[in-house]
Nanobody, 126 residues
Framework: QVHLVESGGGSVQAGGSLRLSCGAS????????MGWFRQAPGKEREGVAA????????HYADSVKGRFTISQDFNRKTVFLQMNSLKPGDTAMYYC???????????????????WGQGTQVTVSS
């Protein structure tokens, strides 16, 4: 069973930056994508960014394009989410997940992912 542990959350002012990290116990053949998701109070969990573990293919939600960058260190089995120009609307619990996707839509879909981390809180104040 793959285990995921997120870190790097915190509180920043609007316009600031944070970098989230997600360490995986292993990269499984059953999971070809690592994704970042977020859930704000009272809202559904939504896909933010995803990266194919075997290559450089990445996908982003429209709301974060140009501000967030997902990357990975394959040897360390760690995925990062660099978040710049943060807005109050980015405030949420951020989750890392592992799953198997064949399309960009699937890569950003909550239902695709079967392994989840415990989450890390990001709070952006105005």
């Amino acid at each position: 069973q793959v285990h995921l542990v997120e870190s790097g959350g915190g509180s920043v002012q609007a316009g600031g930056s944070l970098r989230l990290s997600c360490g995986a116990s292993e990269y499984s053949m059953n999971n070809n994508y690592m994704g970042w998701f977020r859930q704000a109070p009272g809202k559904e969990r939504e896909g933010v960014a995803a990266i194919h573990t075997a290559g450089l293919r990445t996908h982003y939600a429209d709301s974060v394009k140009g501000r967030f960058t997902i990357s990975q260190d394959f040897n360390r089995k760690t995925v990062f989410l660099q978040m710049n120009s943060l807005k109050p609307g980015d405030t949420a619990m951020y989750y890392c997940a592992a799953g198997f996707a064949e399309t960009a839509f699937q890569a950003l879909s909550v239902r695709t992912y079967s392994v989840w981390g415990q989450g890390t809180q990001v709070t952006v104040s105005s």
